[in-house]
């Protein structure tokens, strides 16, 4: 899916799950309607000011319109498997520099 693309189905979508009709978008950001749906059909694609005002009136962060939502649990497996593997790799590391600590303390108190 191009960039573009996925875009215009976030904005689309931010929109319509916080109940924003185009007309108040378009009010709130400073542009008109017609521009509004300009965007969401494809035909024209806003600035960056324009986005950022976009993504404040859908209280979001202006990155997330371009962020590709994945429908797959095998993706979402993968990212847990992932972040599991790294909070385990960090424990490992913590434990390993603690154990030092204390043995370096339990060496000086001796």
Sequence with gaps: MRL?????QNLRKCRKERGISQADLAEKCGTSTSYIGQIEI???FPSLELIEKLAK?????PHLLFFIESDS???EQLLKKKRDT????MKE??????TDAIRKIVKHIN
């Design 4 to 8: 573009r693309d996925v875009f215009i």
């Design 42 to 44: 494809g035909n024209r």
């Design 57 to 61: 009136v859908l209280q979001i962060r």
């Design 73 to 75: 649990d095998a993706d």
């Design 86 to 89: 790294i909070s385990d790799t």
């Design 93 to 98: 590391e913590l434990t390993k520099r603690l």
